[in-house]
């Protein structure tokens, strides 16, 4: 009779719990040791909380995006900067976070997206304190470009976790209805959050609360991520980008060079058509390479390459909106920063409820093609509805029944754009999946900004020609170029109806009725 050399069945780690302790060692040895990557991010009694941490990472990317707005003034005051440069403090973080947003995209996918995510919080986090403490105009400038760069690596990172994470289609419309809301409402909270930090502490502290934000998220991450594992399919494309990259801070820079020195300078052209030609040659350069950055089965996909477009679109329109409705709350209805923040509490709350419900029920039973063009047209028809502010309008019965209808059409877009845009993606595809949904919302924000804003000034200086320049004259030509720039957002909605009304296809996707990761994307 053979004797086991091991310690017997009753002895202390022997016989069957000895193997099982066994095993329970090596899997929790192989859980946190690089290179295990388990099918889904977190287990199912953490995925919840894995929600909550890509959450609040995603709020504070989008939220910086406009907190620095209200902040501006006291920054410009206390660093000595002049008007000139101002645009330079927003600019610089929308440069860098919209050309490198491929790249990041790819890299989480390349590194892991576990490590992508932690790397890119705690660099977010270190330029936010350079930033807050900044003795100079050029520090600061300094840090939101830094800023910047490494939200490209945590937005998409963070976005490819959620669409790995959730599979289910009722838990991923869930997921990304919670998702959708922060990312069409973390504008709006940035705005009271900066009116709030400005007014009641100092404008420091609108970069300074993102220690918070990410000090947070960064354990939450730690603690509920999955190490994961390179895939062995994803290889850096180097040269597309280095032209991606190139062609999108062209066109980012080129807008933002026509909203400072006008169309007619010869460097917005040549920049904006470089931008055009770097991105041509992107694609050609995607159709001929065999480890492509921005693989075109990720936007060949009709619903997904609407999805994209649809963010693009409401990007624009959305910018368009706190722009513009910021000034006429503060100038022409002399709101102070923190009263034009919970103005827009309303929007908010309309976005996040509205993106819930579309993700959750309105999609699953009807699809896209019905839906996502019903929230443009409300985004239109309230933007046209806008135009009908002047100096005597009231909150109550002017500016906030048109806020909800866009609020409710932002929500259709971003709940049903956010989800269509990532599913049915293979997971060595998420994070640059994740990637072009971040990269046309930021560009079309970028684009739509800079344009809105030179026609709201060619407008007004328009108007003041062969009349006097008093007071009210010049109110009325400011009111006049509030008006242009909502018939201009209208007009972006409008042709976002078009587009995704012939792109989308009628009923429900395949993706979201099985499993996401199941279908060659």
């Known amino acids: 009779m053979a004797h086991s050399s091991g310690p017997g069945p009753g002895a202390p780690g022997g016989g069957d719990g000895g193997r099982s302790r066994s095993r329970s060692r090596s899997r929790f040895r192989s859980r946190f040791r690089l290179g295990y990557r388990p099918d889904d991010e977190a287990s199912p009694s953490h995925r919840w909380w894995v929600l909550c941490v890509v959450a609040l ?51 989480s996918d390349l590194i892991g997206r576990r490590r992508a995510f932690l790397i890119g919080l705690v660099g977010f986090a270190v330029a936010s304190a350079i930033g ?17 760069l490494f939200g490209a690596l945590l937005a998409p990172a963070a976005l490819s976790v959620l669409t790995t994470t959730f599979s289910d289609p009722k838990e991923r419309a869930q997921a990304f209805g919670v998702y959708g809301a922060i990312a069409g409402a973390g504008g709006a909270v940035g705005l009271l959050l900066g009116g709030l930090l400005t007014e009641y502490l100092d404008w420091r502290w609108c970069l300074y ?81 065999a480890h492509p950055l921005l693989p075109l089965r990720v936007v060949a996909d009709r619903d997904r390459g609407a999805s994209y477009l649809a963010m693009f679109i409401s990007g624009a329109g959305l910018f368009g909106v706190f722009l513009f409705l910021t000034f006429y709350l503060q100038r022409t209805l002399m709101y102070s920063p923190v009263k034009t923040g919970v103005a827009f509490l309303p929007m908010v709350v309309a976005i996040m409820a509205t993106s819930v419900i579309t993700t959750n029920i309105l999609i699953p039973r009807v699809g896209p093609r019905p839906i996502v063009p019903a929230g443009m047209l409300l985004c239109g028809g309230s933007m046209a509805w806008l135009t009908a502010l002047d100096q005597h309008s009231g909150y109550g019965a002017h500016v906030l029944p048109p806020l909800l209808v866009i609020g409710v059409g ?3 877009i971003f709940g049903a754009g956010l989800n269509l845009a990532t599913a049915g993606v293979k997971d060595y595809d998420a994070g640059v999946a994740s990637a072009m ?33 008093t007071a009210a004259v010049e109110a009325q030509a400011q009111l006049h170029s509030f008006m242009v720039a909502y018939w201009w957002s209208a007009g972006f909605f ?27 994307a």
């Open 494 to 520: 409008a042709v976002g109806f078009v587009v995704t009304v012939l792109l989308y296809r009628s009923g429900v996707p395949e993706s979201l009725s099985s499993n996401p990761n199941a279908p060659a």
């Open 57 to 107: 990472a995603q709020l504070m990317v989008v939220l910086d995006a406009t907190i620095v707005n209200i902040a501006l003034p006291s920054a410009q005051q206390a660093l000595g900067f002049s008007n000139g440069n101002r645009q330079w403090v927003v600019t610089a973080y929308a440069l860098a976070f919209g050309s490198l947003l491929l790249f990041g995209g790819r890299l």
């Open 410 to 412: 932002l929500g259709i």
């Open 132 to 148: 807050g403490g900044a003795p100079s105009f050029e520090v600061l400038v300094f840090a939101r470009a830094v800023q910047g």
């Open 209 to 289: 609360v993102n220690l918070l934000f990410a000090f947070i998220a960064f354990l939450g991450g730690l603690r509920l991520l999955s190490p994961g594992r390179r895939s062995g399919r994803v290889t850096l494309d180097i040269p597309g980008t280095v032209v991606v990259s190139g062609g999108l801070f062209c066109i980012v820079y080129g807008f933002a060079n026509a909203e400072r020195q006008g169309w007619s300078a010869v460097g917005t052209w040549v920049t904006l058509l470089a931008g055009v030609v770097l991105l041509v040659v992107f694609v050609w350069w995607q159709r001929r390479t």
């Open 437 to 469: 949904v971040n990269t046309s919302q930021q560009v079309g924000g970028s684009i739509g900004t800079s344009l809105l804003n030179t026609l709201a000034t060619s407008a007004a200086t328009r108007y003041l020609v062969g009349r006097p320049p």
